[in-house]
């Protein structure tokens, strides 16, 4: 069975950084581009960062330039580093699988806030 565990939130003061992780069970990486998502407080869930098997990335305007993803399929893991954060950034983070989303893991909490 498939299972996505995210990891690395917390609270953090504007302009800090954190880094978020994410470990799968399985063979979902194999092969298949991976992408953070955040649903925030009252907002639809939104990909933010995405990466495909051989490195390729791709970012929405939001975060670009201050979002780093990248991917060690050896450990079946996902990372987003997360430079400059913005209040607006606070939202519930997930990983999961481009197309064709797999089970929602149960994400990780980010805070921006002083």
């Known amino acids: 069975q498939v299972q996505l565990v995210e990891s690395g939130g917390g609270l953090v003061q504007p302009g800090g950084s954190l880094r978020l992780s994410c470990a799968a069970s399985g063979s979902i990486f194999s092969g298949n581009g991976m992408g953070w998502y955040r649903q925030a407080p009252g907002k639809q869930r939104e990909l933010v960062a995405t990466i495909v098997s051989f490195g390729i990335t791709v970012y929405v305007p939001s975060v670009k330039g201050r979002f780093t993803i990248s991917r060690d399929n050896a450990k079946n893991m996902v990372y987003l580093q997360m430079n400059n954060l913005k209040p607006e950034d606070t939202a519930v983070y997930y990983c999961?699988?481009?197309?064709?989303?797999?089970?929602w893991g149960q994400g990780t909490q980010v805070i921006v806030s002083s």
């Open positions: 999961n699988l481009i197309t064709n989303p797999v089970t």
